[in-house]
């Protein structure tokens, strides 16, 4: 199956000033420009072969910036949470808020007031994530490189799918503005192969003739 890099938008004004940015088209600061920038210095060591973005503002911003050769194809399905009444609002009130606690601890029982559940939030996002997957891999074969950019939450849910992790745990991983993270699926298991980071992307072509493999390597192996 292909590998997919997890690209997080970069920061945004709403980030910058501690709001819940949710749906609304908020664009990129200053901040966000430049790592989106440098986000593209480290994918273009890398041929890929589809950019699917979510379709905010924020996300096509940052690929168009990071990419701005690339076709991008927009997927609803990579779209933000739907935070409902909690868009807008700051952080810093949020957390007085009765559903924060169950956002913390208890995710996947958390239904955004006039908003979408977290439940179903995973759900879709992994179910886009897997469907891409396996039309690239159908297209491009197992060894290709895809990009997938979109929301902290969304990449969060993502990976814990890719980890066997309850989505009650995905507030353990960190997926911060412009991190990538790299999943690669196999037909019986995906490999975490990075997590939240900005570093030399060029390891991940494979090498020649040599397929990704479902077994886990004993011992923790060589390395690529």
């Known amino acids: 199956m292909a590998t997919v890099l997890l690209l997080r ?30 986000a593209g210095e480290r994918l ?30 927009e997927d609803d399905g990579l779209t933000e949470c739907g935070y409902g009444d909690w868009e807008g609002k700051q952080l810093k009130d949020l957390a007085k808020d ?22 179903d939030m995973s759900a879709r996002a992994v179910a886009t994530v897997r469907r ?12 290709a490189l895809w990009l997938a950019c979109s929301h902290g939450d969304v990449i969060k849910a993502i990976l814990a799918d890719a980890l066997g992790l309850h989505l009650d745990q995905f507030q353990r991983i960190v997926a911060d503005p412009a991190s990538i993270s790299v999943v690669r699926y196999t037909p019986f298991r995906p490999f975490v192969v990075r997590v939240n980071e900005g570093g030399d992307l060029a390891s991940l072509v494979p090498p020649k003739n040599e397929t990704a493999a479902s077994d886990a390597a004993v011992g923790g192996g060589a390395g690529t």
């Open 132 to 143: 891409w997957d396996e039309k690239i891999t159908a297209e491009h074969g197992p060894d």
């Open 9 to 38: 938008h970069g920061r945004t004004t709403a980030n910058a000033s501690g709001e819940l940015a949710g749906r609304r088209p908020v664009d990129l600061d200053d901040a966000g420009v430049s790592q989106a920038e440098r």
């Open 44 to 73: 273009r060591q890398i041929p890929l072969k589809t950019v699917v973005s979510s379709p905010l503002l924020r996300c096509r911003r940052t690929v168009e910036l990071a990419l701005p050769d690339a076709e991008i194809v």
């Open 98 to 119: 009765p559903l924060w606690p169950i956002v913390q601890a208890h995710p996947s029982a958390a239904v955004f007031p006039n908003g979408e559940a977290m439940a």
